[in-house]
C-alpha cells in the first residue's frame, strides 16, 4: 500500500526538471505523529514521517489529502481529491491504512470561513467503503503564529465501519464521526518554521459499541521541522 501511495504521489509530482524547485509552495518538512487509537489494548504509536502544507503547481498538498482544482470560479471549487486514511488502522489487529480518491466542492464563506463537502471512495482494496464529510474551516495569523482550525462531521457507510470494527460476534452499522483539527505553524529561524497539530475524531455508537473499540475517541498529534519555499 505504501507504494502504491508512492506512485500516486510521484504521478502528480511529475514535472521538468527545468523550474522544478520553482513550482514549491508552503511548509514541506519532517515530523513525528503520535497516534492513540481507540482499538482495545493498543499502544501508542509514535511515527517519523515527511508532512506538506502547501502546493506544488495547483496541486494543493495538506498532509494526508491532496486536492487538485478541476473547475473554479469566485464564488467555489471543484477538486478532485486523494485521501490518505491512516487514524484508523491497526498493526495488532492487522487492519491496514488506505487510498481513497474521490472530489471536494470548496466554497468560501463570510468573515473568513471556508466550507468543503468531500465524497471519498476507497481504491486501495482495503474496506471498499466511501465517506462523505461535511467540513468549516479558516486559517488566522497573530504576529507570526499562522492558524488552522476546522470542524467536519463525517458519514461512514457500513463496509468502512466494519473493516474497522467488526468481529465474530458483532456487526457494526453505518455512522457518523466528529473531527476537531487544529495546525499552527511559527517562523524559528531564516525559511524554517516549527509546526504542530492535533486532530480529534470522535465516533458514534456503531464504534464504541464494538468489542475491538475501548472509547470512541483517537486522537492524532504530530509536530515538526519544515522549510517554507
Do not use: C
Request: proline content about 2%; overall charge negative; charged content about 15%.
Amino acid at each position: 500500500m505504501t507504494k502504491k501511495l508512492s506512485l500516486i504521489l510521484l504521478m502528480s509530482l511529475y514535472a521538468s526538471g527545468e523550474g522544478f524547485e520553482d513550482n514549491f509552495k508552503g511548509l514541506w518538512g519532517v515530523g513525528a505523529s503520535v497516534l492513540q487509537s481507540n482499538y482495545t489494548n493498543a499502544d501508542t504509536e509514535s511515527t517519523l514521517a515527511p508532512y506538506i502544507f502547501g502546493s506544488f503547481g495547483t496541486l494543493r498538498i495538506e498532509a494526508n489529502r491532496i486536492l487538485y482544482p478541476l473547475y473554479s470560479t469566485h464564488e467555489y471549487s471543484i477538486l478532485a481529491t486523494g485521501n490518505y486514511r491512516t487514524q484508523q488502522y491497526s498493526e495488532e489487529l492487522d487492519l491496514d491504512r488506505s487510498i481513497e480518491l474521490g472530489l471536494t466542492l470548496d466554497v468560501p464563506l463570510s468573515h473568513g470561513f471556508s466550507s468543503r463537502i468531500a465524497a471519498l471512495a476507497d481504491v486501495s482494496d482495503t474496506h471498499n467503503g466511501y465517506e462523505l464529510e461535511a467540513l468549516l474551516y479558516r486559517h488566522d495569523k497573530i504576529s507570526k503564529l499562522s492558524i488552522l482550525t476546522a470542524i467536519a462531521v463525517q458519514y461512514q457507510n457500513k463496509d468502512l465501519a466494519n473493516y474497522y470494527y467488526a468481529t465474530n460476534t458483532y456487526t457494526a452499522n453505518d455512522g457518523y464521526v466528529f473531527e476537531v483539527e487544529l495546525i499552527a505553524t511559527y517562523p524559528i529561524v531564516d525559511d524554517f518554521s516549527f509546526f504542530a497539530g492535533v486532530r480529534s475524531y470522535w465516533y458514534g455508537s456503531n464504534v464504541s459499541d464494538s468489542p475491538l473499540a475501548s472509547s470512541s475517541n483517537t486522537l492524532l498529534s504530530f509536530f515538526g521541522v519544515g522549510y517554507n519555499f
